[in-house]
């Protein structure tokens, strides 16, 4: 192996001494552990290969230039304790390979803090910091990755079963000699490495220790225990060291927390997971999600600070946000994910619209590619964020904030955040499953919440980026650590009590031990918490021992607190878990000044914290430390406290900037001053009045952004107010809409059916027959299109002939409609009227959505009355406007309906638009639309031979989606791949439909699974059966190229002659009026089939399929072509023929995985190895 220069980075052929370009020395080294080359094949310390080994010396020094230079680093000195006993006991090469894996695991420990391997000596390693570059937290960084390194030491022990195998680590800060140019070995020297090993040498295992000069650098970002004054060989007078106990707090001490603050105990699994997952996306680029789950009290947040102190003394770059759930209106739609953006534009909850805007539009063009590009997403980021006037599509807005954060993040980790997920609203839990399937960027997405989100939406959890991290109950001895952290000198009887009575709830021990506090029985002593109550003059330490709740407890606590202090705490819990000065002012009547003692006392007690992230919009605000505490606060309150301080919260509010954003929350205050009052207080009509119209507002809001389920919650709640009819009608028809575009076809139904009748009662036909749109979509959706058209034809009496533009509007979605509910019925007169019908009516509407909705109609259209071209040539000016106007959901459709026409004739066309219809529909998010382009990719797929995309594809959608009618053909799809290979068919629900189509697919796999049965005879009945109600009418012929001889085959499986020609005379009348590619093939191949069955010549039609196959670039079935016609000319002697066509078939199959069909090969001729010479390809 050739050797590297380290003067010149030449390389030079092995067994050279001196460099060919410099003539530095050259020396050869261990590569995994560096010591010198002895002579030998193995190194002598480690066992590594010496064969390996490229390692160049150090370069010589020269006259011509400086070679070192005095700098001040940061030294670490590691060593492995327990190694050389546990190497006697086990074989050398699992000694070799535990090594190498500690190698590999310093220099990765090492590395993300941006520190270099100086050397390792045996089992030792010595790291340096500060050179060839310096920062000014080299020192911190060393401590960060000195305590890490401990903690990876001790999991490669437990992993190996050695759980006494353990790191001690020494580092010190000093001035070194610096070799400039040096590469590992020789970079520094001087007393700070020797002192550095004589420290390591002092610290116990498992632990990092530092000198005084380390210490006063990183103190404020690191807790440390005093070790006191040691004698160290070499050095004249003892030396004081310090233990480096944990992080606590971001780089610099910034956001450090000063009070009382339990240890991190009992989550170093979950935490390394938690790491694990963000250096894996780092490195591999895939969007993951974890999803930290735990009931209240067991330590998400303080995992997420955890967290966050790691990744911001890694030496890696990153793009971090954080955003917090609202618990207080049940989810403001996506207001997690709007914080971020604040966040991430440096915008701040108090900022006026023009500054506002001003930052919005920097930080938008700062990271977009093109002007054209910041001028489309800044609308839509002020659509988030509230501040903006348009309403967008959902698709259109989950497009726009994916791509902004792969702008913001390029080449380097996005990590999301999300505090109390278990408040997300359905819009932002839809968003983060968008993101996790669509954005091109390394995306690391983590929440931290309770279990009931997974009841609620458990696909999030079964996602394949999803990984669940569950936070149990901590053990007694893990507890009991955790106090003696909180407080020294805590008797052994105290001490069994809290454990017991913590039930391994951590935040149980907290509070308790505030509570003492409170009653001065801990008191603060040199920088920690004391028990100085040996006298129990001050609490009964027995009474620790009487069961209670977490709620008690806390109550508890708040009753020692002074009543100025309980007032501002009461206050403070309507406004919910974080709030303003501004806003307790207003509900309290006092002012700032009159304030700032109660809440200087709340903070110092622990009940309150001020939230000091510089990067939050909520900079300044104060939180309470703990949900709980605020929930328990809240219940103390009088009924007639609750009402007054609700309805004095929603008028300072309404008075905010941001009120518009915020009308949920509003209507939540006043709904819970409403729950509060009487029936008869005098204003209750007048706040249900407000509250309604605030709910409204709210569901409008959701809806500007895509969020119809957390609409539909709002409208429905609107609703229960019971408001006057004509609202009632209106309030229904919003509902209606929302619940339909929130894939929710049951409440849709109900909905729309019970707003047209409100409609027609309070004389609004315009509204009456906008309900009846949705009844009919929702029961298109359900497979009833005989009902869909019903509702259609009487929305349509309604409207007709009305001058009113929205009336139009809704008399155009109408025939849509109707058309749609007419071609699934067959009813292709009525299909085409309909269609007519609504195209001038389009045309005047000037609407670039309904416009191109309106051209996909035609086009459907125009491929039942067999005019291709026209079809395409519609479809591509569809498209042409779609993108034009950024519609991606109306893309997507016109993508998908081009494909069904394109794939027939063009494969590798069809590919295009497939591929590009994929990833639209990932941006969409659409399940219709993107079970629609699946089937026409599928066919596609299948039909070129790109099986394991088209399986791939299929089998995620499959799994991760309830079954629909459509998704039936998706299962045939499916199945045609597995049968062809020989693989079993997947159970599955098939949705019947109404549809002939849908159905027939169901029909389809039902038969092929009767067939894996072994029973041929039934399949068949089943298949002939489906042929006759989807193609019997010879009035469609939707994919009957690729449906219909799968049913033709099976009857001649069957025996069944007579019935294969019924079926192959349904194929037959499009040999002369469509001629298209893959019918040239397998029209003469089906002829050729069914002749054979009957012994008859099939060696015209075979020749001509396989011409035309050949052709057309569809394998598989050029193949099965060869295959026939192969075996057929075998049985007529007529060898030379026969066996290049088999030889090109068996190359197909064996490509394919159709193992079926290569043992059909084998059996005629089992040579592998056979010329195709003269056989078209």
């Given at each position: 192996?050739?050797?590297?220069?380290?003067?010149?980075?030449?390389?030079?052929?092995?067994?050279?001494?001196?460099?060919?370009?410099?003539?530095?020395?050259?020396?050869?080294?261990?590569?995994?552990?560096?010591?010198?080359?002895?002579?030998?094949?193995?190194?002598?310390?480690?066992?590594?290969?010496?064969?390996?080994?490229?390692?160049?010396?150090?370069?010589?020094?020269?006259?011509?230039?400086?070679?070192?230079?005095?700098?001040?680093?940061?030294?670490?000195?590691?060593?492995?304790?327990?190694?050389?006993?546990?190497?006697?006991?086990?074989?050398?090469?699992?000694?070799?390979?535990?090594?190498?894996?500690?190698?590999?695991?310093?220099?990765?420990?090492?590395?993300?803090?941006?520190?270099?391997?100086?050397?390792?000596?045996?089992?030792?390693?010595?790291?340096?910091?500060?050179?060839?570059?310096?920062?000014?937290?080299?020192?911190?960084?060393?401590?960060?990755?000195?305590?890490?390194?401990?903690?990876?030491?001790?999991?490669?022990?437990?992993?190996?079963?050695?759980?006494?195998?353990?790191?001690?680590?020494?580092?010190?800060?000093?001035?070194?000699?610096?070799?400039?140019?040096?590469?590992?070995?020789?970079?520094?020297?001087?007393?700070?490495?020797?002192?550095?090993?004589?420290?390591?040498?002092?610290?116990?295992?498992?632990?990092?220790?530092?000198?005084?000069?380390?210490?006063?650098?990183?103190?404020?970002?690191?807790?440390?225990?005093?070790?006191?004054?040691?004698?160290?060989?070499?050095?004249?007078?003892?030396?004081?060291?310090?233990?480096?106990?944990?992080?606590?707090?971001?780089?610099?001490?910034?956001?450090?927390?000063?009070?009382?603050?339990?240890?991190?105990?009992?989550?170093?699994?979950?935490?390394?997971?938690?790491?694990?997952?963000?250096?894996?996306?780092?490195?591999?680029?895939?969007?993951?999600?974890?999803?930290?789950?735990?009931?209240?009290?067991?330590?998400?947040?303080?995992?997420?600070?955890?967290?966050?102190?790691?990744?911001?003394?890694?030496?890696?770059?990153?793009?971090?946000?954080?955003?917090?759930?609202?618990?207080?209106?049940?989810?403001?739609?996506?207001?997690?994910?709007?914080?971020?953006?604040?966040?991430?534009?440096?915008?701040?909850?108090?900022?006026?619209?023009?500054?506002?805007?001003?930052?919005?539009?920097?930080?938008?063009?700062?990271?977009?590619?093109?002007?054209?590009?910041?001028?489309?997403?800044?609308?839509?980021?002020?659509?988030?964020?509230?501040?903006?006037?348009?309403?967008?599509?959902?698709?259109?807005?989950?497009?726009?904030?994916?791509?902004?954060?792969?702008?913001?993040?390029?080449?380097?980790?996005?990590?999301?955040?999300?505090?109390?997920?278990q408040h997300a609203d359905t819009g932002l839990l839809d968003l983060v499953e968008h993101l996790l399937?669509?954005?091109?960027?390394?995306?690391?997405?983590?929440?931290?919440?309770?279990?009931?989100?997974?009841?609620?939406?458990?696909?999030?959890?079964?996602?394949?980026?999803?990984?669940?991290?569950?936070?149990?109950?901590?053990?007694?001895?893990?507890?009991?650590?955790?106090?003696?952290?909180?407080?020294?000198?805590?008797?052994?009887?105290?001490?069994?009590?809290?454990?017991?009575?913590?039930?391994?709830?951590?935040?149980?021990?907290?509070?308790?031990?505030?509570?003492?506090?409170?009653?001065?029985?801990?008191?603060?002593?040199?920088?920690?918490?004391?028990?100085?109550?040996?006298?129990?003059?001050?609490?009964?330490?027995?009474?620790?021992?009487?069961?209670?709740?977490?709620?008690?407890?806390?109550?508890?606590?708040?009753?020692?607190?002074?009543?100025?202090?309980?007032?501002?705490?009461?206050?403070?819990?309507?406004?919910?878990?974080?709030?303003?000065?501004?806003?307790?002012?207003?509900?309290?009547?006092?002012?700032?000044?009159?304030?700032?003692?109660?809440?200087?006392?709340?903070?110092?007690?622990?009940?309150?914290?001020?939230?000091?992230?510089?990067?939050?919009?909520?900079?300044?605000?104060?939180?309470?430390?703990?949900?709980?505490?605020?929930?328990?606060?809240?219940?103390?309150?009088?009924?007639?406290?609750?009402?007054?301080?609700?309805?004095?919260?929603?008028?300072?509010?309404?008075?905010?900037?941001?009120?518009?954003?915020?009308?949920?929350?509003?209507?939540?205050?006043?709904?819970?001053?409403?729950?509060?009052?009487?029936?008869?207080?005098?204003?209750?009509?007048?706040?249900?009045?407000?509250?309604?119209?605030?709910?409204?507002?709210?569901?409008?809001?959701?809806?500007?952004?895509?969020?119809?389920?957390?609409?539909?919650?709002?409208?429905?709640?609107?609703?229960?107010?019971?408001?006057?009819?004509?609202?009632?009608?209106?309030?229904?028809?919003?509902?209606?809409?929302?619940?339909?575009?929130?894939?929710?076809?049951?409440?849709?139904?109900?909905?729309?059916?019970?707003?047209?009748?409100?409609?027609?009662?309070?004389?609004?036909?315009?509204?009456?027959?906008?309900?009846?749109?949705?009844?009919?979509?929702?029961?298109?959706?359900?497979?009833?299109?005989?009902?869909?058209?019903?509702?259609?034809?009487?929305?349509?009496?309604?409207?007709?002939?009305?001058?009113?533009?929205?009336?139009?509007?809704?008399?155009?979605?109408?025939?849509?409609?109707?058309?749609?509910?007419?071609?699934?019925?067959?009813?292709?007169?009525?299909?085409?009227?309909?269609?007519?019908?609504?195209?001038?009516?389009?045309?005047?509407?000037?609407?670039?959505?309904?416009?191109?909705?309106?051209?996909?109609?035609?086009?459907?259209?125009?491929?039942?009355?067999?005019?291709?071209?026209?079809?395409?040539?519609?479809?591509?000016?569809?498209?042409?406007?779609?993108?034009?106007?950024?519609?991606?959901?109306?893309?997507?459709?016109?993508?998908?309906?081009?494909?069904?026409?394109?794939?027939?004739?063009?494969?590798?066309?069809?590919?295009?638009?497939?591929?590009?219809?994929?990833?639209?529909?990932?941006?969409?998010?659409?399940?219709?639309?993107?079970?629609?382009?699946?089937?026409?990719?599928?066919?596609?797929?299948?039909?070129?031979?790109?099986?394991?995309?088209?399986?791939?594809?299929?089998?995620?959608?499959?799994?991760?989606?309830?079954?629909?009618?459509?998704?039936?053909?998706?299962?045939?799809?499916?199945?045609?791949?597995?049968?062809?290979?020989?693989?079993?068919?997947?159970?599955?629900?098939?949705?019947?439909?109404?549809?002939?189509?849908?159905?027939?697919?169901?029909?389809?796999?039902?038969?092929?699974?009767?067939?894996?049965?072994?029973?041929?005879?039934?399949?068949?009945?089943?298949?002939?059966?489906?042929?006759?109600?989807?193609?019997?009418?010879?009035?469609t012929y939707e994919d009957i190229e690729v449906q219909l001889p799968v049913a033709v085959e099976l009857?001649?499986?069957?025996?069944?002659?007579?019935?294969?020609?019924?079926?192959?005379?349904?194929?037959?009348?499009?040999?002369?009026?469509?001629?298209?590619?893959?019918?040239?093939?397998?029209?003469?191949?089906?002829?050729?089939?069914?002749?054979?069955?009957?012994?008859?010549?099939?060696?015209?039609?075979?020749?001509?399929?396989?011409?035309?196959?050949?052709?057309?670039?569809?394998?598989?079935?050029?193949?099965?072509?060869?295959?026939?016609?192969?075996?057929?000319?075998?049985?007529?002697?007529?060898?030379?023929?026969?066996?290049?066509?088999?030889?090109?078939?068996?190359?197909?199959?064996?490509?394919?995985?159709?193992?079926?069909?290569?043992?059909?090969?084998?059996?005629?001729?089992?040579?592998?190895?056979?010329?195709?010479?003269?056989?078209?390809?």
């Open positions: 192996m050739p050797l590297q220069c380290g003067s010149c980075n030449a390389q030079s052929p092995d067994g050279a001494k001196f460099c060919l370009e410099c003539g530095s020395p050259l020396a050869r080294r261990c590569p995994s552990c560096g010591t010198p080359d002895a002579g030998g094949k193995f190194c002598i310390e480690c066992g590594t290969p010496m064969a390996a080994a490229a390692t160049a010396a150090a370069p010589a020094a020269t006259s011509s230039q400086p070679v070192s230079e005095r700098r001040t680093t940061t030294v670490l000195f590691g060593d492995l304790v327990s190694f050389t006993t546990l190497s006697e006991s086990r074989d050398p090469e699992e000694v070799r390979e535990l090594l190498s894996a500690y190698f590999a695991t310093a220099r990765t420990v090492v590395g993300r803090y941006g520190g270099t391997i100086e050397k390792f000596i045996g089992d030792a390693v010595m790291a340096v910091w500060g050179v060839p570059v310096s920062h000014e937290d080299d020192a911190e960084r060393a401590v960060r990755a000195g305590l890490d390194l401990v903690a990876a030491v001790a999991e490669l022990g437990e992993s190996v079963g050695a759980p006494e195998l353990a790191m001690r680590v020494g580092i010190v800060t000093g001035s070194v000699a610096v070799t400039l140019g040096a590469v590992n070995e020789g970079m520094v020297a001087g007393d700070a490495v020797n002192t550095a090993a004589r420290v390591q040498t002092a610290a116990d295992p498992g632990t990092v220790w530092v000198d005084q000069e380390t210490y006063g650098l990183t103190s404020a970002a690191v807790a440390f225990s005093d070790r006191g004054e040691h004698a160290l060989k070499g050095k004249a007078e003892p030396v004081r060291l310090f233990r480096a106990d944990a992080v606590v707090a971001a780089v610099g001490g910034a956001q450090r927390v000063d009070g009382l603050e339990a240890p991190m105990v009992g989550r170093d699994r979950e935490l390394r997971r938690v790491k694990d997952l963000f250096h894996a996306t780092q490195e591999d680029g895939r969007a993951r999600i974890a999803l930290v789950t735990g009931e209240a009290g067991l330590g998400k947040s303080r995992l997420g600070w955890e967290f966050e102190k790691y990744v911001d003394g890694l030496n890696d770059e990153f793009r971090w946000h954080r955003g917090r759930c609202l618990s207080y209106g049940d989810g403001v739609a996506f207001w997690a994910f709007a914080e971020m953006v604040r966040s991430r534009l440096g915008i701040l909850e108090g900022d006026e619209a023009g500054e506002v805007d001003r930052k919005l539009r920097a930080g938008v063009e700062a990271v977009c590619a093109t002007p054209s590009e910041a001028a489309w997403l800044t609308p839509r980021i002020a659509a988030l964020l509230g501040s903006g006037a348009g309403t967008f599509d959902r698709t259109d807005l989950f497009a726009s904030w994916t791509t902004f954060l792969e702008r913001v993040g390029g080449d380097l980790p996005v990590v999301l955040l999300f505090e109390d997920f399937e669509t954005i091109r960027a390394r995306l690391y997405v983590l929440t931290f919440t309770r279990p009931e989100l997974l009841e609620r939406r458990p696909t999030l959890a079964a996602s394949r980026r999803a990984t669940l991290v569950d936070l149990p109950p901590l053990g007694d001895e893990a507890m009991s650590v955790l106090l003696d952290g909180l407080v020294a000198d805590l008797p052994s009887r105290a001490r069994q009590a809290l454990v017991s009575r913590a039930a391994g709830v951590p935040l149980y021990a907290v509070e308790t031990v505030r509570s003492l506090i409170d009653r001065d029985a801990v008191v603060a002593r040199e920088g920690r918490y004391v028990f100085v109550d040996h006298d129990h003059a001050r609490v009964d330490l027995d009474q620790l021992q009487a069961p209670t709740s977490l709620q008690t407890l806390i109550a508890a606590r708040l009753d020692t607190l002074t009543p100025q202090e309980r007032r501002v705490v009461q206050d403070a819990s309507v406004l919910g878990l974080t709030f303003r000065l501004s806003a307790l002012e207003a509900l309290s009547g006092l002012g700032a000044h009159e304030l700032d003692a109660p809440l200087a006392g709340l903070v110092r007690k622990g009940v309150l914290g001020t939230q000091n992230d510089p990067r939050s919009p909520e900079l300044g605000q104060y939180r309470f430390v703990q949900a709980i505490v605020r929930e328990v606060a809240y219940s103390t309150l009088a009924r007639k406290d609750r009402r007054l301080l609700h309805l004095a919260a929603a008028d300072h509010l309404e008075q905010e900037e941001a009120a518009e954003s915020l009308a949920g929350v509003i209507a939540q205050q006043l709904l819970d001053a409403l729950e509060a009052s009487s029936a008869d207080d005098p204003d209750r009509q007048v706040v249900t009045d407000r509250a309604r119209g605030l709910l409204v507002a709210a569901a409008q809001r959701a809806q500007s952004l895509g969020s119809q389920d957390e609409a539909l919650r709002q409208l429905l709640a609107a609703i229960a107010l019971h408001p006057l009819p004509e609202e009632d009608a209106r309030l229904h028809l919003l509902a209606c809409q929302a619940a339909f575009h929130a894939g929710l076809p049951g409440q849709a139904e109900e909905l729309s059916t019970r707003a047209a009748v409100l409609g027609r009662e309070v004389g609004d036909a315009s509204a009456a027959a906008s309900a009846l749109v949705y009844l009919a979509r929702t029961r298109i959706q359900q497979g009833r299109p005989r009902e869909a058209g019903q509702a259609a034809d009487e929305g349509i009496e309604l409207v007709d002939g009305t001058e009113d533009r929205a009336g139009r509007g809704v008399e155009i979605e109408l025939l849509m409609a109707r058309g749609a509910s007419s071609r699934a019925l067959g009813d292709y007169a009525q299909q085409q009227a309909a269609t007519l019908r609504l195209l001038p009516l389009a045309d005047d509407f000037r609407d670039p959505a309904l416009r191109v909705r309106a051209l996909n109609a035609l086009g459907l259209m125009l491929t039942d009355l067999r005019s291709p071209t026209a079809y395409l040539a519609v479809l591509e000016r569809a498209v042409k406007i779609a993108r034009e106007e950024r519609l991606l959901g109306e893309l997507l459709r016109s993508l998908n309906n081009m494909i069904s026409e394109t794939y027939t004739e063009d494969l590798a066309a069809a590919a295009e638009i497939a591929a590009e219809a994929v990833v639209v529909a990932r941006q969409v998010g659409e399940s219709q639309q993107t079970e629609h382009g699946l089937i026409n990719a599928g066919f596609t797929w299948w039909l070129r031979g790109d099986w394991d995309e088209a399986h791939a594809h299929l089998r995620e959608w499959l799994d991760g989606h309830e079954p629909t009618a459509m998704a039936s053909t998706l299962r045939l799809i499916q199945a045609f791949v597995l049968t062809a290979r020989g693989e079993p068919l997947p159970d599955g629900r098939l949705a019947d439909s109404e549809d002939a189509y849908e159905q027939y697919g169901a029909d389809l796999v039902t038969a092929l699974r009767v067939r894996a049965t072994g029973d041929v005879a039934t399949a068949a009945r089943l298949a002939a059966e489906a042929g006759r109600r989807q193609y019997g009418s010879l009035e009857q001649l499986e069957a025996g069944d002659l007579t019935t294969a020609r019924e079926l192959l005379g349904m194929f037959e009348p499009l040999a002369g009026e469509r001629g298209r590619a893959i019918t040239r093939g397998e029209l003469p191949r089906l002829r050729a089939l069914v002749a054979l069955a009957a012994g008859e010549d099939p060696e015209t039609d075979l020749r001509e399929a396989e011409s035309a196959h050949a052709a057309y670039g569809a394998p598989y079935l050029l193949a099965r072509t060869r295959l026939d016609l192969g075996r057929w000319l075998l049985g007529r002697d007529r060898r030379d023929e026969a066996l290049p066509l088999l030889a090109a078939a068996r190359e197909v199959f064996a490509r394919l995985g159709a193992h079926p069909s290569l043992a059909d090969v084998d059996a005629l001729d089992p040579a592998p190895a056979l010329t195709t010479t003269g056989v078209g390809a």
